[in-house]
């Protein structure tokens, strides 16, 4: 506190310290009368300090003694802060609120009479610091910082102390600061005091910190803090993200660990090369461009401090890595010929770890002296090897670099290679931070060739980083371990002695350099001499040796070593040295010694591999190939022969069910029990337990298949030993033992429980087995997709996989495929490992078999741009294989896979090794023939030719030639190919798919710089894999993905397989997918379709209309010649249907070029709907113009009669009037007798003048026939023989009946009925009933309208039949097509008399002017009498002329409401769904009758079921009842405007109003024009009082009619419909009406101009009446397995001569019947035949088929499951 009081009037010498002492109390009487006064009115109050604090001051004022009252005001004020009070209470004063650490000068006044003021100056107490925090700690270094407390802070003290010691003190004017140079990982607490100008110092803050370990600090230096305990994880740097495609520059320490996995997973030679942008760069960029000299500049190089040793990285990664991560580094790092870390140290505890388990998967092959004549080699794991280590150690400083020697002595003069990091290496020269300790090994292995060997012997060689002084440990264990241990020394004070106190089973090598300064020979020779060492133990780099030299005496030394010494240890024998020294083990941890038992327990008991298999994995044997060429004979059926097809196909099916029967006989071995639970085990422990059966099972495998490679290297040197070759071919396949067998059995043992019931406990303990692999595929084990010693995919087992695979990952389960395809051993699996960093099987001993997939990962921010969720890669066994050439089916085989794994990828790597140009063409035969396939199929695969061992820099330009060349092949194998596939049209490979020769090529050098195997992969071979995975990863953002999540990837699979086992692919291939996108278009199109359906028919609706209205009152048309009103009528017709038309084109062109939906799978059928489009527009253009033109015609001949109508009533109306004013005249009132009798003699009068000629009749029949000989006229003069030999009127009358005239055409039908064992008499029968249906339905339509006959009807029911009889599938002759034609239209013509007659009855101008007779009367007798008509008036206008024209505009428009809702049903939505659910009514209702009326009279059947869909569906009738109020709605408010228009316009007279309201409603409602002539004559009503009540009657018309139509039924309602909505669905539905030719399943496909027919289900043939000639028993064969058998048809389209079925497409060619999806699929007809057996043989007057026993078994639930199948339902 610090305090200075000032007194006004006081000496200044005079001070108060304690003014309350010194004043004595007032002495006041207040009861007195006395005044008091003050001794002096110049005296201020004396203050006393009580006491400060941070933000208050506390003070009492002397008591005055006077009488009078005072009070005080207090002002204080600072440089930022002011404030005031007042009080009267003078002994404590508290000013509250004050800013801490801040001067405030008070102001004291007492006021009475007059003032008096005090001042003082008081400073508060500082506040430490606010929020102090540590912002950053390093291992040498703390920094602080904190918030600066409020007040007039001149400075910070901040001290560091530990252990209660201050360490270091610092001050400063900030609020920040950093103690440097403190020790790495110590405590250290913080205290920061607060100090004020005056020199007031504020409490401390405390706060404590700690250093970080070097270990720590390097750590987070790099960005691997949180994997210190959280390890890197595979999956992690396998994940495909924004890095993985681009090649910045590394701009910080954090981003060099991940560059460098980066390119050390691909086995890039340079990626120790790591360096972020920093000073050093940027000094030598400013160098380059500067032009003058500075020498001082190029002195100021940045310290390297700041950079990182390669060998601190490596440490780093390995200390953050998992035991995978280590592992998979350790080898790449070993294929780039660099050493892997032995020793890994933790600079943190000291102690280092023996990486075993990190050099486990180096597999080195390498050829010893003893093997050189023989070519032979020896593979095996580098850990097992019993190699010779030499370790080089320093001890000391010196000033030869270790490393750098040793890259030299393992280099020959050829090519230097950097295996250990040096100080003249990038980076190398960095202070190393966490590395010191670190043991590095590497090899030396011989290739045999004695001028390159440089030691003859493989030797391993160790390297320790740093001084043995310092890493005891690991010096003892080198020791310990090695044959020799060379120490590198210098100086005298090196500690020399240090060698002689340590216990050491190696030789020992001193290796000094004299030409350092510090070297002493003395020293040495003291040394040399405790040791015992010779000259031979002593290497000194003399000073006239240079570095040449030195080397090859190192060289020298070494070799004898290797020669001489007879210690040889393998690094897993190392284990007990370092359990002795204390030395970790890194396969100590639990989780890994757990995993060894386990595959210890399975691999320990494995002697002999084929009958270990036999014995434990019995299900994938011979039993596992015999159901595969028995799933593959069910879909071939090569082997039926003569035997009934079904019957044979039922045989299969029980032989697969006695396979699966076999299998499931079989007990779970131990083995594969012991597998199921390994696997089952969570986290590490599984990974660990499967890598070591990898590493176990290979071992077996090496050793066994290598003998046996051995034995047909030496079999084929003699051509004659064909049959030995074989049985070794097959030895090798059966020797072959890996972890996917293990798998295998796994799924054979869950695809064998699935033919159990589904209760069997045996079977639900086995329903976790596909998720435990799900989960494996996810953790990034690859799976195996082929099997490739069967050639086959259990289809169930990966389908249930890929399942729970997503179920697992859902909703992030969208994923693109990566293929690879090739030769074998041209490095496609390495191409694979190098381009993703993963680890598909590369070894020798085992080629890759059949096909794996693998799921890498893509990071979450790089999905936008692949759109996927992960990436499947598939590697795939080599094609032409020597192992599989020598079978039978190899090319098939390869055929085979090649088109799955081309179908299941978005991008194929063609891999081609260049050396064999014929094995070349072999391949790109194969490959071309999938592609192809995969273009017919619908999919959009890209591929990417891979050329390796080109190493030219000039590759690329030199091969040229060569691409050209390859283009020339690749269209000579597409021209190949498409012939074989009967695809013509094929004839050069960009046919087939978009390729460019220039991009689509990617040349790689060879995989090694150099001869193994101490040959470094090749720089150029890493970086060109990484282009081709820029490339590819940039095409497959780009492309279309044909399996956009893991489902339809599964269901890509299933399909490509199942059309793979089939002998024609493409006609056999069928897929879900496809289903479902074309299904999807066909709804759209469907839409779209009748959307231009129905506005046209609303266009027509109108028109018609119009055409009713036109030269009438009601006429909208300023047009009064009729031929004009059709031309412009003609050119808004064709605008509209243009109109439509284009829209319609427009949304398939929009359609296709939309992302989702798989649209691509469906673009083959682009055209097909393009050209319906366009036939469409031309049926219903056909259509409008001959309504159009019907209804012109039907006017003008109205147009006649109304006008006699008009001139009759214009008659009565003038006699009327001269009647009332001859009445009025006579001034007497008439009753209404006399009226009456008035009236009746005028009507006579009238009627006498009138002329009433009889309407002409029209002969129909005459009219009828003309057109029925001109649309035969082009059939030749028999067809008029014919057509004149028969009475029109005579035909008809009897129901037609087919009888051929001429002897030959009988004899013709019985030897049809022979040999077809069908009666085609009744095939012609049911083609005429058919036609004869449609013609009816039309006649009864056009009578049901009440028009007049018109000849376009006539013309109408020609093209109906001519159009039918087109798609009919039985041969007809003229005799048949002129008896039919004059059959229709001779009943036809009869019925368009009568309704021609009709009409004309109806219309006929006496009857129609005797019909309103008492109408007039009523009208006469209104007038005369002078009555309001205005009511009456407008109730009859509305009845008579409103409320008809109302109720038929709502007939007109209820069709195409009930069609829509209708549609709104999935039902109805497509004729695939269609067809589903019509088979699957049927199978609800289970009754013979419909399945036969179905199979008989198809068409009749399905009419009659729409309909009863309708009626069920408009049951309530309330969805009808509402349309009917929306139209009567609209109705009324049209009629409501009209009133309302006419009433503003200049009405004279009630004629002109209602004139004018029917202008208005001319285009929406058919005014009936007899009713309103009869209405405008006789009427004295005022128009404005009429429309007041025509609006009232317009009102309670519209209550009314919706009365009316609520009590009709609806069936009632769709007899007077104009549009029929049961035949617009009909025709929507039954689409093309073609049938298949053989079992007349009906065509599904979409639009009507599809170029191909085809059904989803076929059926028995036995069901459309077909039988055994020998014994009349139904056939049970279905075409859909006759098209894949050798068996022949006959039929009148192949002259009756014998066809195969498999080239039914040469008869039949716009047909395309696929095989069933599965056997399983046509269930719903087998279990139909099965039931009805019996009653189909007896409707058919047949025997009874003989059902296969397999059909026997389908049960109704299975037939439903079927047609779900068949039709791709979900």
């Known amino acids: ?36 006064s003050l001794q002096s009115n110049n005296v201020s109050p004396p203050v006393a300090i009580h006491w400060v604090g941070t933000n208050i001051v506390s003070f009492g004022l002397a008591p005055i003694v006077s009488p009078v009252r005072y009070k005080f005001l207090i002002n204080y004020t600072s440089d930022t802060h002011s404030g005031s009070m007042e009080t009267r209470d003078c002994s404590t004063v508290e000013i509250v609120g004050l800013k801490p650490g801040t001067e405030y000068s008070f102001s004291i006044t007492r006021i009475a009479e007059t003032e008096e003021i005090a001042t003082l100056s008081v400073v508060t107490d500082p506040v430490p610091p606010m929020a102090i925090q540590v912002s950053e700690v390093s291992n040498e270094s703390l920094s602080l910082q904190w918030d600066k407390p409020s007040g007039e802070v001149e400075s910070f003290i901040v001290t560091c102390c530990s252990d209660g010691e201050r360490v270091q003190e610092l001050k400063t004017e900030t609020n920040s600061v950093t103690f440097n140079s403190l020790r790495p990982g110590v405590s250290y607490s913080l205290h920061v005091s607060t100090q004020l100008r005056n020199g007031t110092i504020s409490k401390p803050a405390v706060t404590s910190a700690k250093t970080m370990t070097d270990l720590e600090f390097q750590l987070e230096d790099l960005g691997l803090k949180k994997y210190k305990r959280e390890k890197i994880s595979l999956s992690k740097i396998l994940e495909i993200d924004e890095k993985t495609i681009t090649d910045q520059p590394v701009k910080c320490k954090s981003e060099i660990p991940w560059y460098f996995l980066k390119k050390q997973m691909m086995v890039n030679v340079t990626a120790r090369n790591v360096k972020f942008t920093s000073g050093c760069d940027l000094v030598c960029k400013d160098a380059v461009g500067t032009a003058k000299l500075d020498l001082r500049n190029l002195l100021n190089i ?53 990486m075993l388990w990190a050099m486990r998967d180096i597999v080195k092959r390498y050829r010893p002296p003893a093997l050189s004549e023989s070519k032979g080699f020896i593979e095996e794991r580098i850990v097992n090897s019993e190699l010779p280590m ?210 210890d327990a399975i691999t320990a008991e494995i002697e002999n591999i084929p009958q270990y298999k036999e014995e434990h994995l019995p299900l994938q044997g011979q039993i596992w190939r015999e159901l ?32 699966r029967k076999r299998q499931n006989s079989y007990a779970m071995s131990p083995a594969m029990r012991c597998f199921i639970n390994a696997i089952s085990t969570k986290g590490m422990e599984r990974c660990y337990f499967l890598k070591w059966m990898q590493m176990n099972l290979d071992n077996l495998s090496r050793i066994k298949l290598s003998g046996l490679r051995e034995l047909y290297k030496e079999k084929s040197k003699d051509s004659e030993n064909k049959e030995e070759i074989k049985e070794i071919d097959r030895q090798l396949s059966s020797s072959s033992l890996g972890v996917e067998h293990f798998f295998r059995e796994m799924g054979q043992i869950y695809e064998a429980s699935l033919y159990l019931p589904e209760t069997d406990p045996s079977r639900q303990q086995l329903q976790h087995l596909p998720k435990l692999c799900a989960q494996l595929l996810l953790d990034g084990f690859p799976l195996e997709l082929v099997d490739g010693d069967a050639s086959n995919i ?156 080109v190493s030219d820099v000039s590759a690329h330009e030199k091969n040229l030639r060569d691409r050209k060349l390859l283009l020339e092949q690749l269209n000579e194998m597409t021209q190949a190919a498409a012939k074989m596939e009967k695809k013509e049209e094929y004839k050069s490979f960009t046919d087939v798919m978009e390729y460019n020769p220039d991009t689509g090529n990617c040349y790689i050098p060879g995989l090694w710089n150099g001869n193994p195997p101490m040959a470094p992969v090749n720089a150029g071979y890493s970086e060109t894999v990484y282009e081709l995975k820029k490339n590819i990863i940039q095409q497959l953002g780009k492309c279309e993905s044909t399996s956009n999540n893991i489902l339809e990837f599964t269901e890509w699979i299933t399909s490509l397989w199942n059309a793979v086992k089939h002998e024609n692919f493409i006609f056999s291939f069928r897929n879900s997918l496809v289903a479902d996108a074309y299904m999807r278009l066909c709804t759209e199109y469907n839409q779209w379709e009748w959307e231009f359906k129905k506005e046209m028919y609303k266009w027509v609706t109108t028109a018609e209309t119009r055409i009713s209205n036109f030269g009438t009152a009601a006429a909208k048309s300023e047009i009064s010649d009729m031929n004009e009103f059709i031309i412009v009528l003609k050119s808004e017709a064709t605008t509209e249907l243009t109109k439509w038309e284009t829209k319609l084109l427009e949304n398939l062109k929009n359609y296709f070029e939309q992302s989702e939906g798989h649209v691509y799978l469906v673009e083959g059928y682009r055209e097909d709907f393009a050209n319906s489009t366009k036939s469409l527009r031309r049926e219903i253009e056909n259509s409008v113009v001959n309504q159009v033109i019907a209804a012109v015609d039907i006017r003008r001949g109205m147009a006649e009669l109304d006008k006699i109508k008009e001139n009759h009533t214009k008659k009565l109306e003038n006699q009327v009037h001269q009647l009332i004013e001859k009445c009025r005249r006579k001034s007497i009132q008439m009753t209404e007798e006399e009226l009456d009798d008035e009236f009746a003699k005028i009507w006579s009068e009238t009627e006498n003048e009138l002329s009433f000629s009889k309407l002409s009749v029209k002969d129909i029949s005459s009219s009828v026939l003309h057109h029925l000989a001109a649309n035969l006229s082009m059939k030749g003069g028999y067809a008029r023989e014919l057509l004149n030999a028969k009475k029109l009127q005579d035909c008809g009358r009897e129901p037609f009946k087919y009888n051929p005239e001429a002897f030959m055409d009988r004899a013709r039908h019985k030897v049809k009925k022979f040999l077809f064992r069908k009666d085609y008499l009744l095939e012609i029968q049911k083609l005429a009933d058919n036609i004869i249906d449609a013609c009816t339905q039309f006649v009864t339509e056009k009578i049901e309208k009440k028009t007049n006959y018109h000849d376009t009807y006539t013309e109408e029911i020609l093209h109906i039949i001519d159009e039918m009889l087109k798609m009919k599938t039985v041969n007809t002759n003229v005799d048949f097509e002129v008896s039919l034609k004059q059959h229709i239209c001779g009943f036809a013509a009869r019925e368009f008399q009568t309704m021609h007659e009709h009409f004309l009855h109806e219309n006929d101008p006496a009857t129609c002017f005797d019909q309103n007779k008492e109408k007039f009367c009523a009208d006469f007798k209104d007038v005369f009498q002078k009555k309001d008509q205005c009511e009456k008036k407008a109730q009859e206008f509305t009845d008579k002329c409103l409320k008809p024209a109302v109720e038929d505009y709502v007939n007109r428009s209820l069709g195409p409401d009930i069609i829509d809702e209708m549609l709104t049903n999935q039902k109805f939505s497509t004729r695939i769904f269609f067809q589903y659910s019509i088979l699957l009514d049927l199978l609800l209702k289970d009754k013979f009758e419909r399945y036969l009326r179905f199979i008989l009279s198809y068409e009749k059947y399905v009419k009659d079921w729409i309909l009863n869909e309708m009626l069920e569906h408009f049951s309530n009738e309330a969805t009808t009842n509402a349309f009917e109020e929306q139209h009567i709605k609209s109705s009324i408010i049209w009629i409501t405007d009209a009133v309302d228009k006419a009433k503003q316009k200049d009405c004279v007279n009630l004629r002109k109003f209602v004139e004018d309201i029917c202008k208005e409603l001319g285009d929406k409602l058919i005014i009936p024009q007899d009713a309103l002539g009869a209405f405008m004559i006789l009427n004295n009503a005022d128009w404005e009082q009429f429309a007041l009540s025509l609006k009232e009657s ?52 979409g639009g009507k101009e599809h170029t191909e027919h085809w059904a989803s289900l076929h059926r028995p043939t036995g069901l459309g009446s077909y039988r055994f000639v020998s014994s009349s028993k139904l056939v049970t064969n279905i075409c859909s397995s006759l098209v894949i058998t050798d068996r022949n048809f006959r039929c009148h389209e192949t002259n009756y001569t014998s066809h195969p079925y498999k080239l039914y497409k040469k008869i039949f060619r716009a047909w395309k019947i696929v095989p069933d999806v599965s056997l399983e699929a046509s269930n719903y007809w087998k279990y139909v035949m099965t039931k009805y057996n019996d009653d189909f043989a007896k409707a058919y007057k047949a025997k009874s088929a003989k059902i296969p026993e397999a059909w026997k078994n389908v049960t109704y639930k299975q037939a439903a499951e079927s047609l779900k199948e068949s039709f791709s339902i979900k």
């Open 1594 to 1645: 317009v009102t309670e018309m519209g209550h009314s009619l919706t009365k009316i139509f609520k009590k009709k039924q609806f069936f009632e309602k769709l007899q007077s419909l104009h549009l029929k909505p049961q035949n617009e669905l009909f025709t929507k539905l039954i689409g093309c009406g073609r049938q298949c030719p053989f079992c007349k399943s009906p065509c599904e496909a």
């Open 794 to 949: 259990p289809l169930r087992w990966v389908s249930d996989v890929l399942s729970q695979l997503n179920d697992l990952v859902s909703p992030k389960n969208k994923i693109l495929v990566v293929t690879v395809l090739g030769v074998q051993s041209t490095g496609k699996s390495t191409l694979l490992n190098t381009m993703f960093g993963v680890q598909f099987a590369v070894s020798s001993g085992r080629c890759t078999r059949g096909a794996f997939m693998l799921l890498i990962k893509v990071n979450e921010d790089f999905k936008k741009v692949l759109n996927c969720d992960f990436m499947m890669i598939i590697d795939t066994e080599g094609l032409k294989s020597p192992e599989l050439a020598q079978l039978d089916n190899s090319h098939e085989h390869d055929n085979e896979l090649a088109t799955l794994v081309v179908g299941l990828s978005d991008i194929t790597i063609i891999n081609i090794a260049m050396e064999n140009s014929t094995e070349m063409k072999d391949i790109l035969q194969i490959v071309v023939h999938a592609f192809l396939r995969m273009k017919e199929v619908g999919k959009k695969p890209q591929c990417q030719f891979v050329h390796q061992n």
């Open 1 to 36: 506190m610090n305090v200075s009081t000032t007194m006004a009037n006081l000496k200044e010498e005079e001070e108060f310290f304690d003014a309350a002492g010194a004043f004595t109390e007032p002495d006041c009487n207040p009861e007195g009368g006395s005044t008091v």
């Open 390 to 599: 030499i370790s080089f150690v320093r001890l000391g400083e010196c000033s030869l670099s270790k490393s750098e020697i040793l890259n030299k002595l393992l280099s020959n003069s050829q090519q230097y290679h950097d295996t250990f990091v040096h100080r003249d290496m990038e980076c190398g020269d960095s202070p190393r931070r966490i590395s010191n300790g670190l043991t590095e090994m590497t090899w030396y292995l011989p290739c045999g060739n004695k001028n390159i060997d440089i030691f003859s012997e493989p030797v391993a060689i160790a390297n320790l980083r740093g001084d043995i002084a310092s890493f005891e440990t690991q010096f003892s264990f080198l020791c310990q371990t090695s044959a020799a241990v060379f120490v590198f020394f210098e100086s005298e004070h090196s500690g020399l002695e240090f060698l002689t106190q340590q216990n050491c089973k190696a030789q020992i090598f001193l290796v000094g350099n004299v030409r350092s300064k510090t070297f002493s020979l003395d020293a040495l020779e003291e040394v040399a001499t405790k040791l015992c060492l010779t000259n031979n133990n002593i290497i000194l780099k003399t000073k006239s040796m240079n570095d040449a030299d030195f080397v090859k005496c190192l060289r020298k030394t070494v070799n004898d070593v290797v020669h001489s010494q007879h210690i040889k240890i393998s690094v897993e024998n190392m284990v007990s040295v370092a359990h002795e020294l204390g030395v970790l083990v890194e396969e100590d941890a639990p989780d890994c010694q757990a995993g060894k038992i386990n595959a």
């Open 628 to 659: 595969t060429c028995l799933e593959k004979e069910e879909f071939r059926l090569q082997k039926v022969g003569s035997q009934n097809i079904e019957h044979y196909r039922s045989n299969l099916h029980e032989q697969k069910t006695e396979l």
């Open 302 to 354: 940045p310290d390297t401090d700041d950079t990182l040793n390669p060998l601190d990285l490596i440490t780093a990664l390995f200390l953050c890595s998992d035991g995978f991560v280590q592992q998979e580094l350790a080898l790449k790092l070993s294929m780039c010929q660099f050493s892997v870390p032995l020793l890994l140290p933790n600079c943190d505890t000291q102690q280092c770890t023996l």
